[in-house]
């Protein structure tokens, strides 16, 4: 038989650590983001869609569209979600002299404070484009710079059930991103926090340093 302290050690490597502050069947967390908004079309469904199932998610708006729909970020923020800057126009940052670059994070930072009383922390290079010249701009402007690791591809017409399934494949930390743009991307909320929740794992915040936690 193993000694206690074998058993104890035996322990650590098999049961999951649970973060100190974890709600109820909540083995770990996962988070939510919606890039590209504010869409007029989809921000509302999806907002109610994840209030159904009492979920939370981080919003990347990019800023001439917040700076076109501030009502509708304004809502999201009610709503109890999280806003991260995705860039005044969605360009290829990496592509871009760096006043450029600077002026696409401190537009959508101005808006986004403007139209909500409240400062991002956290920002999302489109496309996932980024290199050191963008991450230390952006960590200048007290951004810190969030990408994914489980891609959806909702924006490329698959449908809900092929969402559903890339959402699942989260674990607990992970970051899965989707869109404010599509139906299907609305209709595969009930199923991807469902399916979570299975594997004991809930929508959770990303705090300043791009970690995931307890909302």
């Known amino acids: 038989m193993l000694s206690r302290a074998l058993l104890v050690i035996a322990l650590l490597f098999v049961a999951p650590v649970v973060p100190a502050n974890a709600a109820p069947g909540c083995s770990g967390y996962v988070a939510l983001t919606y890039d590209d908004g504010p869409n007029p079309a989809f921000v509302r469904p999806l907002l109610a869609a994840l209030k159904a199932v009492r979920a939370r998610a981080t919003f990347f708006d990019v800023g001439a569209r917040a700076e076109e729909q501030p009502g509708l970020v304004r809502e999201t923020v009610r709503a109890g979600h999280w806003l991260g800057n995705h860039s005044w126009s969605h360009p290829a940052l990496t592509t871009l002299p760096p006043e450029e670059v600077t002026a696409e994070l401190a ?82 909320v009930p199923l991807v926090v469902k399916g979570l929740k299975k594997k004991g794992l809930c929508p959770g915040r990303i705090d300043h340093r791009g970690r995931v936690v307890a909302p």
Do not use: C
């Open 107 to 188: 537009k959508t930072q101005d808006v986004l404070r403007e139209i909500t009383g409240r400062t991002p922390a956290l920002f999302r290079p489109p496309y996932g484009d980024t290199n050191a010249a963008v991450r230390d701009e952006a960590r200048r402007q007290g951004l810190a710079e969030v990408l994914w690791t489980v891609d959806t591809v909702d924006w490329s017409g698959v449908p809900t059930d092929a969402i559903v399934r890339s959402a699942l494949g989260a674990k607990a930390g992970g970051i899965i991103l989707m869109h404010d743009g599509y139906q299907t991307t609305v209709d595969a």
